[in-house]
């Protein structure tokens, strides 16, 4: 793809799942690739296999390193890194805290990184792995649902403030993706999002078509919209019916 085509490409919690389907397909398309991970022998593997640079850390503190790997420029930046923060209001500060951190403040800090040199060149291109959660929201899941709708507002905000001016942004918002996230999910995932599940190159296609036709919102599950649709229509409604789920989970034990 033209757009992609020797471009300086960043993937946060690139060492596996949806992250490394990323890295391998901008690869593919002749892209240089920095494969991030907070788990360095995992980054590193991957980053052999395409040909890419390994930058390990927390995605929040690798801007700088992974522009400096890349001859000065970052051309694509995709927030992928996640943590799958299961819980109710009572889960510990130290969840919620760590949710906060991973899933919106280090798109945050990766944003006010980028956006001056972008802004200036008047090019740059910003892709958030969010969820479905951020457009809906996952049963048994507070800390996850919320800071993935926070990550969705982010990409929104992003994209509304900046596409003037030459910056693009996708948010990324599948269900189930067969990953180690989603087999840490337990029954919720079981009963929610392993029935339509799919495998995370499925993820990397529809990025690919997105940035092809220039769509914000990427859906790898189409079916996505109509729900989106129906809680926007009737709140209420749409409670309802994800009341019933989460009852059937509850009798599911
Ligand atoms: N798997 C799913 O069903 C699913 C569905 C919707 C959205 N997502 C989102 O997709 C993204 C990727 O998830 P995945 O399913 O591939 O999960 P995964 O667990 O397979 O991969 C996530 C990777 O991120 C890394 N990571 C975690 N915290 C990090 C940090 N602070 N800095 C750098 N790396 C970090 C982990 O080491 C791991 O390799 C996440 O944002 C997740 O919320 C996943």
């Not at 209001?89 to 945050?108: F, K, Q, T």
Request: hydrophobic fraction near 45%.
């Amino acid at each position: 793809m033209e757009a992609v085509q020797g471009a300086g490409v960043v993937v946060t919690g690139a060492g596996g799942g949806i992250g490394a389907a990323l890295a391998r397909r901008f690869a593919a398309e002749g892209a240089r690739v920095v494969v991030n991970d907070l788990d360095a022998d995992r980054a590193k593997t991957v980053a052999d296999e395409i040909g890419g640079i390994a930058v390990p850390g927390d995605a929040s503190e690798i801007v700088a390193e992974a522009r400096d790997a890349l001859g000065g420029t970052v051309d694509v930046y995709c927030a992928n890194a996640g943590v799958a923060s299961g819980g109710s209001e009572a889960a510990a500060e130290a969840v919620w805290a760590l949710a906060w951190d991973v899933n919106v403040m280090a798109h945050v800090r990766a944003a006010h990184a980028l956006l001056p040199h972008w802004l200036e060149r008047g090019r740059g291109r910003f892709v958030s792995t969010v969820s479905a959660a951020g457009l809906l929201t996952m049963i048994g899941a507070a800390p996850y649902s919320v800071t993935k709708h926070g990550a969705y507002a982010f990409a929104e905000w992003l994209s509304l403030t900046y596409r003037h001016r030459g910056v693009k942004v996708h948010a990324i918002c599948p269900q189930g993706v067969r990953t180690d996230m989603l087999e840490s999910t337990g029954t919720a995932g079981d009963l929610v999002l392993k029935p339509t599940a799919i495998e995370p190159k499925d993820v990397a296609d529809a990025l690919f078509k997105g940035i092809e036709e220039d769509r914000f919102l990427i859906l790898p599950h189409p079916e996505v919209s109509g729900y989106y649709e129906a809680r926007a229509a009737d709140p209420d409604r749409w409670l309802a019916n994800m009341n019933h789920l989460q009852q059937k989970w509850e009798a599911a034990g």
